[in-house]
């Protein structure tokens, strides 16, 4: 071995004897700083790594399932670290509810996620500057700037806190709501958009691969008989349907909706959809290290949103008429006071859009992905839909009778658990449980450069774990199966669960649930009333996969289905 070779390898080995030091030592110095005295009452948790936290004991690709078992460790409330950033992490129906109700104050702020808090934060230029800026850029082209300045505040209602955020929730819920949220308006716009997208599944039947014999329900006495159905084609049920629930969102806030293969109409949507995507990537939502590389990509998107919403604004200004509001745009122009400037009606239009299409969109693709797995209950819906609706139109009146019907789409929503949780943090120290969940403060040496400053915001981040509530053990006979009986008494009657909190509670509760719920019923009922749902020909229901894709919202996997229109008078295909 020669002189040089001994060199490096005592160099390598000292250097690597050095290294272990300096981390065996920046270990003790942070796990002394993660544990010190004064947080022993804080909630446990796994004892984290410097720098990374709990990361490394997480399943990044189902972190809730991961959080999960540690609440099985740990108890109701505990401590993760995600990187350098502590979260408290709330499990199971009791806690939660305790926290979000009865501490909702505490427990009533928004996290921001370090994308928005990267967007949120500034410099505090005068807003009417910035729009003037936004629209120099966006003649200039220069994209990324104009979002980091039109999102310089923390503006709309999603990651917003604060007077903004309580103005623009409030608007926004009584507005819809004249707009025809929960009302016969928006079941009209909802039963319209019915037609449309029926219209477009049938499309999917040209070119039948195989005829199948099922057993079908269609007569109002109950006598079975078999029928034959062109299976037709296997489509992707996502463009379809999320089109169709964007349009009611349309419908109320531009007061008007839009042809499925229009372009302005089917870029919007998509990009939403991106942005959301992207805003659920693990990189983005664990690893903040990585946020300033996604962050272009998440800017480009918002910035086409931001474009096309513009232009949609400009052509609502042009037209306005004070004593005739179309939709939730036109009664935010003509409020010109406090919180309701431009920047607010961008974020708010753009939280309405984002929150409002994905989430009801994507249950209702899980509820028809759990159709074609389990044949006999869907079997259930359409014998009890043709029993007590016939071929008559769907409305919400009818959700009374549908006890079996409003059972599924009930359990559809706990088992797919879609919004795992949308972080929240306390605005005080708080004592729950037994356990001090103390405000993260910050002090002058945090600077605005500073990377702490950045990603752990005043105040501590907690995360009301929905996922735990819709799958308590203590709450639910079978929470991991797909049960519609959790929602039927003894005698088939539908019955509530207090437990079933898919919208969450308390200050920031979703706004949007009475839409999503008429929009789940009307689409869902009305789809099995026309259309038998199976697995692509070859594939078996077995085979169909319900794991699902984890992002900001929970969606079912890329998959196809097939749906056979089940009347004989539209298909005159009975033989
Ligand atoms: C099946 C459909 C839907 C589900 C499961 C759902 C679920 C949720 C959940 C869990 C939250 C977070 C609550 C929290 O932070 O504790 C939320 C917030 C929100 N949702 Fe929904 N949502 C749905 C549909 C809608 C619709 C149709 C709209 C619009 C009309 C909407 C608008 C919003 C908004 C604006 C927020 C933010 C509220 C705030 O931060 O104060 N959602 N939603």
Excluded at 297 to 323: H, V, Y
């Amino acid at each position: 071995m020669g002189i040089l070779d001994l060199f490096l390898q005592s160099t390598s080995s000292i250097s690597l004897l050095g290294g272990l030091v300096v981390l065996l030592l920046f270990y003790l110095v942070f796990s002394s700083s993660f544990s010190s005295k004064e947080d022993r009452k804080e909630p446990p948790g796994p004892k984290p790594l410097p720098l990374f936290g709990n990361l490394l004991q997480l399943d990044l690709k189902r972190p809730h399932l991961t959080l999960l078992k540690l609440s099985k460790k740990y108890g109701s409330v505990f401590t993760v670290y995600l990187g350098p950033k502590k979260v408290v992490v709330l499990a199971g129906y009791k806690t939660v509810k305790e926290a979000l109700v009865n501490h909702a104050e505490e427990f009533g702020e928004r996290d921001p996620m370090p994308i928005m808090h990267e967007y949120n934060r500034g410099h505090g230029k005068e807003r009417k500057e910035k729009y003037i800026f936004l629209k120099h850029c966006l003649i200039l082209f220069s994209l990324q700037l104009c979002i980091k300045h039109i999102l310089l505040n923390h503006s709309g209602i999603l990651w917003s806190n604060g007077d903004s955020w309580k103005e623009m929730k409030h608007f926004a819920l009584t507005n819809l709501r004249d707009f025809g949220m929960g009302r016969k308006a928006s079941e009209d716009k909802i039963i319209e958009e019915c037609d449309h997208l029926i219209g477009v599944l049938k499309k999917f039947k040209g070119q039948s691969k195989y005829l199948s014999i099922i057993t079908n329900y269609v007569s109002k006495d109950l006598t079975f008989f078999p029928v034959s159905l062109v299976t037709g084609e296997a489509f992707d049920t996502t463009q379809p349907i999320k089109y169709a629930v964007c349009n009611i969102i349309c419908s109320m806030v531009y007061g008007s909706r839009f042809e499925y293969d229009d372009p302005e109409f089917t870029s919007l949507v998509d990009c939403i959809s991106a942005r959301v995507h992207l805003l659920g990537s693990t990189s983005i939502q664990v690893y903040y290290i990585f946020v300033k590389l996604l962050i272009s990509s998440f800017l480009r998107l918002g910035a086409a949103s931001i474009r096309q919403n513009l232009q949609l604004f400009s052509r609502l200004k042009e037209t306005l008429n004070p004593q005739m509001c179309r939709g939730f745009v036109d009664a935010f122009l003509v409020r010109k006071q406090n919180h309701f400037h431009d920047e607010n009606l961008m974020i708010t239009v753009q939280n309405l859009f984002s929150a409002g299409t994905d989430a009801s969109a994507i249950t209702l693709r899980w509820g028809l992905l759990l159709m074609a797995k389990y044949p006999k209950i869907q079997d259930q819906v359409q014998e009890e839909v043709s029993r007590e609706i016939g071929s008559r139109q769907v409305q919400v009146e009818d959700r009374k009778n549908l006890h079996f019907t409003n059972a599924v789409i009930h359990e559809t929503q706990r088992l797919a658990t879609i919004v795992v949780s949308i972080p929240h943090k306390t605005t005080q120290d708080v004592t729950f449980q037994g356990y001090v969940i103390k405000k993260v403060r910050l002090n002058k040496t945090h600077n605005i450069k500073s990377f702490k400053f950045r990603y752990c915001p005043q105040g501590t981040a907690v995360t009301p774990l929905l996922t735990s509530v819709l799958y308590d053990e203590s709450e639910w006979e079978r929470p991991h199966s797909f049960y519609p009986a959790h929602f039927l008494d003894k005698d088939g009657k539908f019955v509530k669960r207090e437990a079933f909190m898919p919208f969450s509670a308390g200050h920031r509760a979703c706004p949007g649930e009475s839409l999503a719920r008429m929009e789940l019923f009307i689409f869902f009922t009305t789809l099995l009333q026309h259309f038998r749902f199976t697995p692509p020909p070859g594939v078996s229901e077995d085979e169909l996969d319900l794991t699902p894709h984890v992002g900001f919202t929970l969606d079912p996997l890329p998959h196809k289905l097939c749906a056979a229109p089940v009347h004989e008078e539209e298909e005159g295909l009975r033989i």
